[in-house]
């Protein structure tokens, strides 16, 4: 054990406390797996994750730093705040990417390309696998959520790395106000994403979308705000005219948060930022 550098960051807010905190320890080359998973099962957040050199191929295909993302229960191939939260602590702590303004993050799901514009990340929402869902599935979600089905306009089966159960619901009073059984969506064993679209969810000076994420088979019965699930029901959503090329989501107000997720798609490429703040930073023996 040896002291290393170490950052907490929320995510998707600039504003302490408003978003999603991921921890973040950097110059992690000789931790084992083990190392690890019991300290991302210490911090006990939604995510911890780890610093690398890029592998060999990773570099040669121009990678600027390796991502290991580790939940309390396990690795995870990809996340989204995990990976804006990492790329503002690598840029924080003085490194430069080699393409000015674009960052090339490798992690276990392949290169994802991050953003930078002025005080704003947004990473590249990755290739989404998606599908209807099983139709005994939904009757069942729905009854958990306490939802009927007249609130709900449209389902599909979402993959992004993560795989989400996306409903999109009648209003965000509908939204705002659900109570779900988190023991009954445990044994069902399916996260689900929730949202509605405004009418004037085209207007990006504020706030057109609410979300909200509940994900008990995964160890978090509803996460603050989620980068991965904004990202794949935002290439739902776009693809079938649901919702504009541009938008802003609401998401956390539930939890006393008040993240702000911003969506855009150009050139059939869909976006997904926000801004982050580090709220903690130091050393950690490890």
Same mark, same amino acid.
């Given at each position: 054990?040896?002291?290393?550098?170490?950052?907490?960051?929320?995510?998707?807010?600039?504003?302490?406390?408003?978003?999603?905190?991921?921890?973040?320890?950097?110059?992690?080359?000789?931790?084992?797996?083990?190392?690890?998973?019991?300290?991302?099962?210490?911090?006990?957040?939604?995510?911890?994750?780890?610093?690398?050199?890029?592998?060999?191929?990773?570099?040669?295909?121009?990678?600027?730093?390796?991502?290991?993302?580790?939940?309390?229960?396990?690795?995870?191939?990809?996340?989204?705040?995990?990976?804006?939260?990492?790329?503002?602590?690598?840029?924080?702590?003085?490194?430069?990417?080699?393409?000015?303004?674009?960052?090339?993050?490798?992690?276990?799901?392949?290169?994802?390309?991050?953003?930078?514009?002025?005080?704003?990340?947004?990473?590249?929402?990755?290739?989404?696998?998606?599908?209807?869902?099983?139709?005994? @599935?939904?009757? #069942?979600?729905? /009854? =958990?959520?306490? +939802?009927?089905?007249? $609130?709900?306009?449209?389902?599909? %089966?979402? !993959?992004?790395?993560?795989?989400? @159960?996306?409903? #999109?619901?009648? /209003? =965000?009073?509908? +939204?705002?106000?659900? $109570?779900?059984?988190?023991?009954? %969506?445990? !044994?069902?064993?399916?996260?689900?994403?929730?949202?509605?679209?405004?009418?004037?969810?085209?207007?990006?000076?504020?706030?057109?979308?609410?979300?909200?994420?509940?994900?008990?088979?995964?160890?978090?019965?509803?996460?603050?705000?989620?980068?991965?699930?904004?990202?794949?029901?935002?290439?739902?959503?776009?693809?079938?005219?649901?919702?504009?090329?541009?938008?802003?989501?609401?998401?956390?107000?539930?939890?006393?948060?008040?993240?702000?997720?911003?969506?855009?798609?150009?050139?059939?490429?869909?976006?997904?930022?926000?801004?982050?703040?580090?709220?903690?930073?130091?050393?950690?023996?490890?």
């Amino acid at each position: 054990m040896h002291p290393r550098p170490f950052k907490q960051i929320d995510v998707f807010s600039d504003h302490p406390g408003d978003g999603n905190p991921v921890a973040v320890v950097l110059e992690a080359e000789d931790l084992s797996d083990a190392d690890m998973r019991r300290f991302a099962a210490w911090m006990n957040l939604s995510e911890t994750t780890f610093l690398l050199p890029p592998t060999e191929a990773g570099r040669a295909q121009g990678a600027d730093y390796r991502l290991r993302i580790f939940s309390p229960q396990g690795e995870l191939p990809f996340a989204g705040h995990p990976t804006l939260g990492t790329c503002h602590a690598w840029l924080q702590a003085g490194n430069a990417p080699r393409q000015e303004g674009l960052v090339l993050q490798e992690c276990a799901l392949g290169l994802v390309r991050i953003r930078r514009e002025d005080h704003t990340l947004a990473f590249a929402a990755p290739p989404l696998k998606r599908s209807a869902p099983s139709p005994a @599935l939904v009757p #069942l979600i729905a /009854s =958990a959520l306490g +939802v009927r089905p007249a $609130q709900i306009l449209g389902t599909q %089966l979402l !993959d992004n790395g993560p795989v989400w @159960l996306g409903m #999109l619901l009648d /209003s =965000a009073d509908t +939204v705002l106000g659900l $109570q779900p059984d988190h023991a009954r %969506l445990m !044994d069902l064993g399916q996260s689900v994403g929730v949202v509605h679209v405004g009418k004037d969810a085209g207007d990006t000076s504020r706030p057109g979308v609410v979300v909200r994420a509940f994900a008990a088979p995964m160890g978090n019965r509803e996460d603050p705000v989620t980068g991965s699930l904004n990202a794949s029901l935002a290439e739902w959503l776009i693809a079938e005219g649901l919702a504009p090329h541009h938008y802003q989501v609401a998401q956390g107000e539930c939890l006393g948060h008040a993240g702000r997720v911003h969506i855009r798609q150009d050139d059939h490429q869909v976006w997904v930022g926000g801004r982050s703040v580090t709220c903690i930073e130091g050393t950690v023996l490890l």
